[in-house]
């Protein structure tokens, strides 16, 4: 059985590289406070000979061990034997060719595809990482679970321990900076939801204390194994690929648990000979919480073999504090400045040849429209990667016929008020929620028309406008 020894946690940094029992409960380095990895004997697991392996499994998909889009891959994740896995049948995930977008992309039709992750059961991509961290609190025995979060990460946990049992939830969320449908997930769910007067930076600093003070178990992505599972992503796209690696991966970037873990998930299956070659990876920004964008593109920080040169890092929030600066965005879930997984994005970037980019919240919005319109409605956050691909194929460095991969890491019905905003004929709400952030048209709103309860008007509208 693939555990013990086999599977143990390792910190990233080289020069310390200490190790520690899969059992431990760790969300950094004790020994020099870097990030810490769930890490593999390859040697001693059994992993696959080919990817093409993983396809017997879906036949067998009537245990839900099988069903379940993390658990399917279980030979690339064996940190717990497979039957001690948590599953509420997470990622039934599809990549979805999206021909009716690649034209706003600039791509060639077949070219461009989504990863669609709010079909997951919460309606987020969170989903895949908390089946993994349930799998690993579960084998600690840990009771109480907490997170901070801008939404996704907390209707997740509440909906792992409303349907599992196995923990109580306790979430911190910013005041005002969470999405109605994410917020109304964790009420209903029934989490102990604090909400504290600042951001989802705060309430990050904060958790971290509490869950030290309190002995609780921590979801947020500083926990390696939420990651484990997160990297199935990648292997949904590759089956949905024919195992055939894409050209670019473009993914949202806030805490940066995503892009750490797509890289992850490639440098393993290059190690283990399972793909003879690793996508591009284009982490995108949202351009008021660009943290990742400035250190990576414009003060050049870079993995450097795992040096992590800190000090640009440690400058560039002494100057956000000392003017006052916070995150800013529509894309709440990506409202975020201090990236706790900046390490390990970085290492991603290396490993992936990556390019970081930023775009603004009109961009993210009109890209958004584009989306639903084609039949995949997503939250303002995961348009952020459709605006990047957008324009990083504007810039020459996606080529026309390079094959693209953007993932879709949350549902539409996550954030209507940004969605209703935007296709709204009211003005005063279109500068109450948009303008302030600089939105200044919606180029491809569908606005709703207003008719007078009269059969003959109605019927008049419905010839005129379609
Ligand atoms: N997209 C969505 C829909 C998200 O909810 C998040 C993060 C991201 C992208 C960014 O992913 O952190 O892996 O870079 N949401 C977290 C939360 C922070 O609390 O739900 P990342």
């Known amino acids: 059985m693939a555990q013990g020894d086999a599977a143990f946690q390792q910190c990233i940094a080289p020069d310390c ?8 409960v760790r969300v950094a380095c004790p020994a020099c406070g870097g990030a810490l990895d769930v890490a593999y004997d390859w040697n001693r697991t059994r992993p696959p000979r080919s990817l093409r392996a993983f396809e017997a499994e879906w036949a067998r998909r009537s245990d839900p061990l099988r069903f379940s889009g993390v658990w399917r891959f279980w030979e690339l994740l064996p940190f717990v034997p497979r039957e001690q896995a948590v599953t509420i049948g997470e990622g039934q995930t599809l990549l979805q060719r999206a021909d009716a977008l690649a034209d706003f992309v600039g791509l060639a039709p077949n070219n461009l595809h989504l990863q669609y992750e709010g079909l997951n059961p919460s309606g987020s991509f969170k989903d895949n990482g908390m089946a993994a961290a349930f799998a690993h609190a579960k084998l600690t025995g840990a009771r109480r679970a907490a997170c901070a979060s801008t939404g996704n990460t907390s209707a997740s946990l509440a909906l ?15 005041s005002g900076k ?27 600093a904060r958790v971290r204390e509490v869950c030290v003070r309190l002995g609780t178990y921590l979801v947020n992505s500083v926990n390696p194994f939420r990651l484990e599972g997160q990297k199935t992503i990648m292997y949904r796209v590759l089956e949905g690929l024919h195992w055939e690696p894409p050209d670019w991966i473009v993914v949202p970037g806030g805490n940066l ?15 283990l000979g399972l793909i003879d070659r690793v996508p591009r990876l284009a982490v995108i920004n949202a351009a008021g919480a660009d943290t990742l964008y400035e250190l990576h593109e414009q003060r050049k920080v870079r993995w450097n073999g ?21 995150a800013s965005t529509i894309a709440s879930a990506i409202e975020i400045q201090r990236p706790v997984n900046l390490a390990k994005c970085l290492r991603a970037l290396d490993a992936c040849d990556g390019v970081v980019r930023r775009v ?11 989306v639903g319109a084609c039949g995949m409605g997503c939250e303002p956050a995961s348009a952020a990667s459709v605006a990047g691909a ?13 094959r693209v991969v953007c993932i879709l890491t949350g549902h539409l019905l996550k954030d209507p008020t ?49």
């Open 17 to 24: 590289g200490a190790r520690y029992d899969v059992a431990e």
């Open 390 to 402: 957008r324009l990083l194929r504007s810039e020459s460095i996606i080529g026309p016929s390079d």
């Open 178 to 204: 969470i999405a109605y449908g994410k917020l109304s997930q964790a009420l209903d769910y029934g989490a102990l939801t604090v909400q504290i007067a600042g951001d989802f930076d705060d309430a990050m």
């Open 418 to 466: 940004a969605t209703v905003a935007y296709h709204s004929t009211d003005q005063e709400q279109f500068n109450e929620i948009l303008a302030k952030r600089g939105v200044r048209r919606a180029a491809f709103a569908n606005r709703a028309v207003a008719v007078r309860n009269e059969l003959d008007d109605i019927i008049r509208a419905i010839q005129l406008y379609s």
């Open 360 to 370: 603004t919240d009109q961009e993210i919005l009109d890209a958004k429209a584009k």
């Open 306 to 326: 795992g040096r992590v040169d800190r000090s640009p890092e440690r400058a560039y929030y002494g100057e956000l504090d000392a003017r006052s600066i916070k």
């Open 257 to 271: 648990g995503n892009s750490s873990a797509f890289g992850k998930a490639f440098l393993e299956l290059k190690e």
């Open 160 to 174: 792992y321990c409303s349907v599992t049992r196995l923990m109580k939830a306790v979430i911190f969320v910013g």
